[in-house]
């Protein structure tokens, strides 16, 4: 079981410790430290295939691996975005789908793939897109929230909806799109014209919204970032 620990609160980091021969995995860019002992390599993880895959949720193709060599070794993974991180035990949990972008880093027994909404509206309306990242074999994954991150339990057939974008991950869920009633609501009301549901599977599920997406923040400071560049 790989020891590690999570600190920080609004900018957070993750400190995982892998014992000697133990390796992580990682998107590019996410390390932050390290100790000497541990071992780094390229290479495109889980074959070209999957890695191509990985181009449509904007990550890299290549990953790095990170392997302790010699005796326990230690890495820090760095949170990208002000907000959270959240371990997530794959392997007791089963299929996870995360936001694009979501997956910070993991175990090398951890599979990391791209997941395609299966229903066309909720892939082009729904806020996550209609590609987002799936997580599933053995191990423990880390998972970037924007924000603060709030959990639901929700039973079979059971609904929540969201507003685009803050859906940060699921699992045991389906999710789909619903337009906003009323032409006046739609275009007067601020909130856009779709909605995310997302519903409890035949066994139920849980998801993990988040507070401060990162879209929703680029929105909110580009009038500011155009006034300054005018």
Known sequence: MLKYEIKGENLPVVICYPAAGQTLISERGAM???SPNMQMKTEATGGIGKALGRMFTKESIFQNKYTAMGGDGLIAFASSFPGSIIAFDVGQMGQVIVQKSGFLASEDTVQLST???KKLGGGLFGGEGFIMQSLTGSGIAFVEIDGSVTE????PGQSLILDT???AAMVGCTMDVETVPGLKNMFLGGEGIFNTKVTGGPNGGKIWVQSMPISQTALCLK???ATNNS
Do not use: E
Request: avoid cysteine; charged fraction near 0%.
């Open 152 to 155: 639901y339990n929700l039973g």
């Open 165 to 167: 974008g803050y859906l």
């Open 115 to 117: 997941y395609f909404q």
């Open 223 to 225: 009038p500011y970032i």
């Open 32 to 34: 932050s430290w390290m």
